[in-house]
C-alpha cells in the first residue's frame, strides 16, 4: 500500500471523525429533547489479508451505536396526560398516514417511543409532541379488567357515563360500649339501651318476644349525715346539729311527688299514714313509703354505702319529683325518674311516625351514605344504632345490637319512618362481633317512595366492633356504595398503574384504558424514525407485550444525552482529526520527496 495507502488510510479516518462528530453535534442538539436516546459512534478496524509478517493496521470505518435501552430521568410534569416508563418498553403508537374531514386515517402500521408527552386533541385522541398516537387496551367498566389483549388507538369522546345502581354498600364502624343517648344514665343500669315498653310499635326484629317487666334501680349520690358519718337507714329526715339526721332538714308542710301520688311532710309525731310523714321519720321509713306508692312489692328500696337506692320493682315505672331542700339532701336530684327493664310489645322490626322521637332518643347515629336507583336518582340512605341488650346487666345478657335504615323521614302516625335490618350483632368482651356477621342483604331497600331492590351490606371479618368510646357515639370509618348517577367527561389523566382514568360531571374516576408497553429482545436494533419513534426490524425481534416496566403519571423521561460527556467525546474527535490531516500532510511531503528525485 505505501504512500498512497497511507494517504487512503487518513481519509477514510477523517470521514470516521466527521461521521462521529455528526453523532455527536445530534446528541448535543437533542439534549433537550424529551425521551431521546443518544447515538454513540464504534470505529472499526479494516484489515486487508497479507501474510502474518506484513500484517498492516489497516483502515477505518464508523457505524453508530444505540442506547434505546439506557433511560433518562424521570421529572415531574404539570399536564395530568404526561407519562414516562420507569424501566424496560416503549409506548406502543401509530401515526397517520392522511386526515379526513379533521380526522386521522391510519395505516395500521405501530411505531414504538419513549416519549410520553401526550395530550388530548380536538377529537379524543391522545397524540404526544411528535404526532404519534397512543395505544393501549380499553378497560370494562363493570369489571375494571382490561377488554382483550390487542392494543387499539384509543379515543375518548364527551360522551355520557351512564348510571350505575347501588349493589352494595360496605361498611365499617366501632360502636361505644356505652352509647350515650339522650336517655342514659349512668346510675340507672341499662338506660342507655333501647326499651321496647317506651314505644307503641316494637322496633326489634319482627317476632321478637320482648323482655317480661324487671326491677330497675338508681342510686343517688354518697352522703354524709350531720355527724359528719355516711348516712344509713337509720338517719332522721330532719334533727339537730351533730345528729345522725340528713345534713339539710326536711320541712313541715313540704312535699315529695311519687308516681302522682303527693306524700306530705307533717310535724314531729303528726300524721302518719300512706300520704304523710312525720318530719323526724328515719330514711327506711320514707323509702318504704316511697316504695308503697310507686307499687314497689320486690326489692325495697334502701340507703347503702351512704347513698340511697331506689328499686322500681315490676309493676310501675317510678317518677319522683319534690322542691324540698332536705330531698337534694339524699344525694338525688329532681326530677328523678327510673323505668323497668323489659315490657313491650311483639316485635315489628319498624319505628312508625309516633315513636320517631323516642326512637332517636335511644339510638345513635350510624352515618349516611347517598345511592342510587337504576335511573342515577340520588337517595340518601341514613343509618342508626339502637343497643338492645349489654353484658352489664348480669347474667343471661350480652352486647347486643340492631341496625336501622331510614324509610321515610316525613312518616307520621303509624307509618314507617325506619326499619330494622333484622339482623343481631353481637359482641364479646373484647369488643369483636361473636359471630362474626361479614354480610347482609338489605331487602327491597326503599326510601322516600324510590326503591333500590336488594343492596348488599357489607362489613367485612372485622368491620363491626365494639370498644370503649368516651365520645359514646359510632366511629364510622368506612361507608362506601357502589352506585353513581349518570355523568359526563370533564378530563382524563394516567395513573401510575398505567391506566387512563377519566374524571366525569358525577364525581366518578373511572379507568377507562391501560396503555400498552412493549419490550424488544434486541431494544437497540430498532429502527430509528423522525420524532423519537421506532419500527420494528428483524434484528429487533417483535413486539412483546405484559413484561414492560411501569408507568409514572404526569411525568417525562428526558434525554439520555449528558452534555459534558458529548464535550468530552468532541475534544476528543477533533484531536484525531487533526492527527488524520497530519499524516495526509506528512504523506504529501514524501510523495513531492519522491516527485523531486525525478527532476
Do not use: C
Not at 338517719?235 to 311527688?257: H, Q, R, Y
Request: aromatic share 8%; charged share 15%.
Amino acid at each position: 500500500m505505501g504512500i498512497f495507502g497511507a494517504l487512503t488510510t487518513s481519509v477514510a479516518g477523517l470521514r470516521a471523525n466527521s461521521y462521529a462528530l455528526e453523532n455527536i453535534s445530534g446528541n448535543i442538539a437533542n439534549s433537550q429533547t424529551t425521551a431521546f436516546k443518544r447515538i454513540d459512534t464504534s470505529f472499526l478496524d479494516l484489515i486487508p489479508p497479507s501474510g502474518n509478517d506484513t500484517q498492516l493496521a489497516g483502515s477505518v470505518t464508523a457505524k453508530s451505536r444505540s442506547t434505546n435501552t439506557l433511560q433518562g430521568s424521570v421529572q415531574s410534569a404539570a399536564v395530568s396526560t404526561y407519562m414516562a416508563i420507569n424501566g424496560d418498553g416503549f409506548f406502543t403508537v401509530q401515526k397517520p398516514g392522511s386526515f379526513s374531514d379533521n380526522n386521522p386515517i391510519f395505516a395500521g402500521v405501530n411505531n414504538y417511543t419513549r416519549r410520553g408527552d401526550f395530550a388530548l386533541d380536538k377529537n379524543g385522541y391522545l397524540v404526544n409532541g411528535a404526532g404519534y398516537y397512543l395505544q393501549g387496551v380499553p378497560i370494562d367498566r363493570t369489571t375494571g379488567n382490561p377488554s382483550g389483549g390487542t392494543p387499539e388507538i384509543l379515543k375518548f369522546q364527551n360522551d355520557f357515563l351512564p348510571s350505575q345502581k347501588t349493589t352494595k354498600i360496605s361498611y365499617r364502624a366501632n360502636l361505644a360500649s356505652y352509647p350515650l343517648t339522650v336517655k342514659h344514665d349512668k346510675s340507672v343500669p341499662g338506660s342507655e339501651l333501647l326499651r321496647p315498653a317506651d314505644f307503641g310499635t316494637n322496633p326489634q326484629i319482627v317476632g321478637t318476644q320482648p323482655p317480661p317487666f324487671g326491677d330497675n334501680t338508681k342510686t343517688g349520690l354518697q352522703t354524709n349525715n350531720k355527724a359528719g358519718v355516711a348516712m344509713t337507714g337509720a338517719t332522721l329526715m330532719s334533727g339537730a346539729n351533730g345528729s345522725d339526721s340528713l345534713i339539710v332538714n326536711f320541712a313541715v308542710g313540704e312535699t315529695i311527688v311519687v308516681n302522682g301520688t303527693t306524700l306530705t311532710v307533717t310535724s314531729s309525731g303528726g300524721t302518719n299514714d300512706a300520704t304523710h310523714i312525720p318530719v323526724d321519720s328515719s330514711l327506711t321509713t320514707l323509702l318504704g313509703k316511697i316504695d308503697a306508692l310507686s307499687g314497689n312489692t320486690g326489692t325495697p328500696s334502701t340507703v347503702t354505702g351512704g347513698a340511697v337506692v331506689l328499686h322500681t320493682g315490676t309493676t310501675n315505672d317510678l317518677s319522683i319529683t319534690s322542691t324540698s331542700s332536705g330531698f337534694a339532701a339524699l344525694g338525688l336530684t329532681s326530677p328523678v325518674t327510673v323505668k323497668r327493664t323489659g315490657g313491650g310489645t311483639v316485635g315489628t322490626g319498624t319505628v312508625v311516625g309516633n315513636d320517631v322521637k323516642t326512637f332517636l332518643d335511644e339510638s345513635i347515629s350510624g352515618g349516611a351514605t347517598t345511592a342510587y336507583d337504576g335511573n342515577g336518582a340520588p337517595v340518601n340512605v341514613q343509618f342508626r344504632w339502637a343497643k338492645m341488650d349489654s353484658a352489664s346487666l348480669g347474667t343471661g345478657h350480652s352486647d347486643v345490637w340492631n341496625l336501622f335504615y331510614q324509610t321515610n323521614p316525613s312518616a307520621t302516625g303509624t307509618q314507617v319512618a325506619w326499619t330494622n335490618v333484622g339482623t343481631n350483632f353481637s359482641f364479646n368482651s373484647s369488643g369483636e362481633m361473636s359471630p362474626v356477621i361479614g354480610q347482609i342483604t338489605l331487602t327491597n331497600l326503599t326510601v322516600s317512595g324510590v326503591t333500590l331492590g336488594d343492596v348488599a351490606m357489607s362489613f367485612g371479618t372485622g368491620g363491626l366492633t365494639q370498644f370503649s368510646d368516651t365520645n359514646g357515639n359510632a366511629q364510622v370509618n368506612q361507608l362506601e356504595q357502589d352506585g353513581y348517577a349518570a355523568g359526563q367527561l370533564v378530563s382524563v389523566s394516567v395513573s401510575n398503574q398505567g391506566r387512563v382514568v377519566g374524571a366525569y360531571s358525577n364525581g366518578r374516576n373511572i379507568d377507562l384504558a391501560e396503555v400498552s408497553v412493549a419490550t424488544f429482545n434486541g431494544a437497540n436494533f430498532l429502527k430509528r424514525v423522525d420524532g423519537g419513534a421506532f419500527e420494528v426490524t428483524n434484528e429487533s425481534g417483535p413486539a412483546l407485550f405484559g413484561k414492560g416496566g411501569s408507568i409514572s403519571g404526569a411525568s417525562l423521561e428526558a434525554s439520555n444525552t449528558d452534555i459534558a460527556d458529548e464535550f468530552t467525546k468532541l475534544i476528543v474527535t477533533q484531536q484525531a482529526y487533526s492527527a488524520n490531516t497530519k499524516v495526509i500532510t506528512t504523506a504529501n511531503t514524501m510523495v513531492q520527496d519522491l516527485l523531486n528525485v525525478m527532476r
